[in-house]
C-alpha cells in the first residue's frame, strides 16, 4: 500500500455539512507541508496554496486549499489512536529489520504546546528503532508524571519479536518489564535509587565479582572535542535475594558500565547499572545501552533543531499532538531516503524546494 492508499483508511469523524474539503487531501496536505517546512497551520496552508499544482497530481483539491482555522479543526477531529496507527502502518512497512533490533523508549515535552499552565505542556513518548532511525508507535500526555503508563501503553502497540527495549530508570517498574516479555520481547532498564532495594542488591552483586572469572567484561573507549572516554561493561546472571527475585521475576542478569573520563587533563570515574532479560553477553549489553542515547542524537535533538518543535506554539492539545505524529513521520520518511547523502535538514530544505525530490520521499 502506498501512502494515499493508507490515508484512505482513515474515517471521517465530521458530520455531512462539514464535509467540503475531503480528508485525505487535507491529511495529504499536512503531511506534505511539514515533510517541507511547516511549523503550524498558516504555514501549512501557505506551502498548499503555493504548490496546489504538485498536490492535484495526487490527490483533486476540489475546492483548493482550507483556510488555516479549517485545516486545524479537520486535523483536530481526527481520532488519535486511529491517525497513529494509519501513519505508523506506512513507515513500518517500508521499514526493514536484521538481527536483533533495538527500540529506545524515552519521553520529550513539547514546551511550546500548552494552554492554561507550562507544567501541563504535551509529553510525548516515543519508540525508536534505532538501526533504521525511524519512530515505530508514539503516546502523548499533558504531564510528564505520565511517562511510565504511556509507555506501556506504546509498548503494548509494538511487535517485540527478535528486539531489545531500552528504557532510563523512571520505567524501572515490574508492570513495564512485564509488559515487554508479554510482547515476546526483551530490556535493558537502567536502575538508580528509585527501586532502592534493587541498586543496592545490584551494587553489592558486582562488588562480590569484580576479581571473578564468572564477570563477562567488554571495553569500549572514544576521543573527540578534547575528550577521552574508557567504558568497561561487565554483565553476570542475577543472583538476587528470593524477596527480591520474587517481585522482579523478569530480570535475567545485571550490567555495570564503569566510565573513566578524562577531559583537559581532568579524569573522573563513574558507574552506572542496569537490569535486562538479556542473556549474559558483554559485547551486546554495550552495543544495546550505546543505541539507547540514539533516541536523544536521532530524533529528539533532530525534533529540536530541524523541526523546531520546541518552537511550535499549539494551545490544542489534540492538535499539538496530531503535528508532533506529523513531524516523526515526515522525519521517518527523510531518514529512509538511500538517495543523495544531505543532512537532515538539507533534505528537508529540499523537499520544499523540490517538489519532484518531496514525490520521492513520500513515494518512493
Same mark, same amino acid.
Given at each position: 500500500?502506498? !501512502? ?36 503550524? *497551520? ?41 491517525? $497513529? ?8 512497512? +517500508? ?12 519521553? +520529550? ?9 507550562? +507544567?501541563?505542556? !504535551? ?10 532511525? /525511524? ?16 509507555? &506501556? ?13 531500552? $528504557?532510563?530508570?523512571? =520505567? ?10 508479554? &510482547? ?46 574508557? &567504558? ?28 573513566? &573520563? ?17 542473556? /549474559? ?18 530524533? =529528539? *535533538?533532530?525534533?529540536? /533543531? ?14 499539538? +499532538?496530531? !503535528? ?12 529512509? =531516503? ?22 520521492? @520521499? @513520500?513515494?518512493?
Amino acid at each position: 500500500m502506498n !501512502l494515499l492508499e493508507h490515508l484512505e483508511t482513515l474515517p471521517d469523524p465530521r458530520k455531512e455539512i462539514n464535509l467540503k474539503h475531503n480528508l485525505v487531501d487535507v491529511v495529504f496536505l499536512t503531511l506534505s507541508a511539514v515533510l517541507s517546512g511547516a511549523t503550524g *497551520w498558516k504555514s501549512i496552508q501557505e506551502f498548499g496554496e503555493e504548490q496546489l499544482d504538485w498536490l492535484r497530481q495526487y490527490r483533486q483539491f476540489e475546492y483548493g486549499i482550507p483556510r488555516r482555522h479549517c485545516i486545524a479543526n479537520i486535523i483536530k477531529a481526527l481520532d488519535s489512536e486511529l491517525l $497513529l496507527q494509519t501513519v505508523f502502518s506506512w513507515i513500518n512497512e +517500508k521499514r526493514q529489520s536484521e538481527g536483533k533490533s533495538v527500540i529506545a523508549l524515552d519521553g +520529550k515535552t513539547m514546551r511550546g504546546a500548552w494552554s492554561d499552565d507550562v +507544567k501541563n505542556a !504535551l509529553h510525548v513518548v516515543s519508540a525508536f528503532d534505532v538501526s533504521n532511525g /525511524v519512530t515505530l508507535y508514539q503516546d502523548s500526555s499533558n504531564t510528564k508524571g505520565k511517562e511510565a503508563e504511556i509507555a &506501556r501503553n506504546v509498548i503494548d502497540a509494538l511487535a517485540l519479536d527478535n528486539a531489545i527495549v531500552t $528504557l532510563d530508570a523512571l =520505567h524501572c517498574q515490574v508492570a513495564t518489564m512485564s509488559t515487554i516479555t508479554q &510482547r515476546k520481547g526483551d530490556f535493558v532498564i537502567q536502575v538508580k535509587s528509585n527501586q532502592k532495594a534493587l541498586l543496592e542488591e545490584v551494587q553489592a552483586s558486582f562488588r562480590n565479582l569484580y576479581d571473578s572469572k564468572e564477570l563477562e567484561t567488554y571495553e569500549q573507549s572514544n576521543t573527540g572535542h578534547g575528550r577521552k572516554e574508557c &567504558r568497561t561493561v561487565m554483565q553476570t546472571e542475577a543472583e538476587l535475594s528470593p524477596d527480591l527475585k520474587k517481585k522482579w521475576p523478569h530480570i535475567k542478569s545485571l550490567i555495570e558500565v564503569a566510565s573513566e &573520563r578524562t577531559v583537559n587533563g581532568s579524569t573522573s570515574c563513574s558507574s552506572r547499572w542496569y537490569v535486562s532479560s538479556l542473556p /549474559v553477553d558483554a559485547e551486546e549489553a554495550a552495543r544495546t545501552i550505546r543505541d539507547h542515547w540514539a533516541v536523544e542524537n536521532q530524533l =529528539h *535533538w533532530v525534533l529540536d /533543531v530541524v523541526f523546531r518543535e520546541d518552537a511550535l506554539k499549539v494551545s490544542d492539545p489534540e492538535g499539538a +499532538k496530531h !503535528l508532533a505524529l506529523f513531524n516523526r513521520a515526515a522525519l521517518s520518511a527523510i531518514k529512509q =531516503h538511500n538517495g543523495k547523502k544531505d543532512s537532515l535538514a538539507g533534505k528537508r530544505r529540499r523537499a520544499a524546494w523540490s517538489p519532484v525530490f518531496r514525490s520521492e @520521499l @513520500l513515494f518512493g
